[in-house]
């Protein structure tokens, strides 16, 4: 009879994951892995695509999946947590290392093209895929009607902002969720960066009618991008949303050019946007978040990144003084505007040569 050991025993109850397996597992096509379980990206190329976090309530999608040398990575830009396959699993399905190992390893695995041929596969996607939108675009703006557009401006009106022709908003049906195909819903669409048709990269979405809260704002884009509304000789308007831009403007009055982030994950873009712009000064407005390495930790990076550029940065207090959120919020409690002059008396200038503070209350401000 044979004899198996307590150590022989332990390995065969437990096998060990050997350093193949992992590289392995981070070879499976994240992107993939999510669709399949029901996640689906707001934008998404070969090699990267961008989702709202599975792990966590999240109403701005900010959780990135890239394709890197050593595999499939994630990086959730709300927490700052990231990881591999492996690291999502553990903390999705709330197991043990081996025990995730094992469930990713239940499915087959299908075979995907290198990171360097994906790479040549990418560039092809992404200008058809840019194509296909503004083909679609192009459709539905030729299909605007009076009905349609006054349901747009209904929308604006409700929100308070002001409408303008030069925004180049359409109607458009969407299917924001795949689990139903049959679900069809209109939503406003906008085009970024601008309306010009020869540079749009996509349709920022939110939707005209009553629906579930997760699919209110859907993204029709292979690569993101900030959103803009220039006007010469003005200063910077920088939001995180294009909704809190114009929110900027029904507060203040068009005296500024718009720029929004269309998200916290595009904050590296600010650089190249403002190098096309050049502004005297740029007014930095990001959202007011409860979780200060969000909104407000990116608030005090896009100033770095002004500053660095040559040019003067004010940080925006007017909301967070008022305890609100963002632009768009405090226009519901200022509803008929304030002065152009309070984003100054109630914020912090910097000049990149010499820093000059000015702060006081809003309470001040509104009388």
């Not at 394709?67 to 499939?72: A, H, I, P």
């Not at 929100?159 to 689990?179: I, K, N, S, T």
């Not at 502004?279 to 959202?287: E, G, N």
Request: proline share 8%; net charge positive; charged share 25%.
């Amino acid at each position: 009879m044979t004899t198996i050991n307590v150590s022989q025993r332990r390995n065969i109850m437990n096998p060990r994951i050997t350093d193949h397996e992992i590289t392995q597992a981070r070879q499976i096509n994240l992107v993939d892995y999510l669709v399949q379980h029901g996640f689906q990206p707001v934008s998404r190329t070969s090699t990267r695509a961008l989702f709202h976090s599975p792990l966590r309530d999240d109403t701005d999608p900010s959780f990135s999946v890239s394709q890197l040398e050593k595999g499939w990575f994630w990086h959730d830009f709300g927490t700052k947590e990231r990881g591999d396959i492996i690291d999502f699993v553990r903390r999705h399905r709330q197991m043990p290392f081996r025990q995730a190992i094992q469930e990713i390893f239940k499915e087959p695995i299908p075979q995907h093209p290198t990171i360097q041929q994906s790479s040549k596969i990418e560039k092809k996607s992404i200008k058809e895929q840019i194509a296909n939108i503004r083909r679609r675009y192009t459709r539905a703006r030729d299909a605007m009607t009076p009905e349609r557009t006054r349901a747009l401006q209904l929308l604006f009106a409700h929100h308070h902002l002001p409408w303008y022709e030069q925004l180049g908003a359409v109607w458009l049906l969407l299917q924001p969720d795949p689990q139903r195909p049959h679900f069809r819903r209109p939503y406003l669409a906008l085009p970024f960066p601008t309306a010009d048709l020869s540079t749009l990269q996509g349709l920022e979405c939110r939707a005209l009618s009553s629906i579930p809260r997760h699919l209110q704002r859907r993204t029709r884009s292979p690569q993101k991008t900030l959103w803009m509304l220039p006007r010469p000789h003005q200063p910077v308007l920088l939001t995180e949303s294009i909704f809190d831009c114009l929110a900027g403007d029904a507060l203040f009055g068009p005296k500024f050019s718009l720029l929004a982030l269309n998200g916290l994950p595009m904050l590296p873009q600010l650089p190249s946007f403002l190098s096309q712009i050049q502004p005297s000064a740029v007014y930095v407005a990001l959202d007011n978040d409860r979780k200060a390495d969000r909104g407000p930790r990116a608030q005090q990076e896009a100033i770095q990144m002004i500053m660095s550029l040559g040019i003067p940065a004010i940080d925006v207090r007017i909301h967070t003084q008022a305890h609100v959120k963002d632009l768009a919020k405090l226009l519901r409690r200022y509803p008929k505007g304030l002065d152009r002059d309070s984003l100054d008396r109630t914020g912090v200038r910097y000049d990149p040569l010499n820093i000059v503070c000015e702060t006081r209350d809003l309470e001040r401000v509104s009388r």
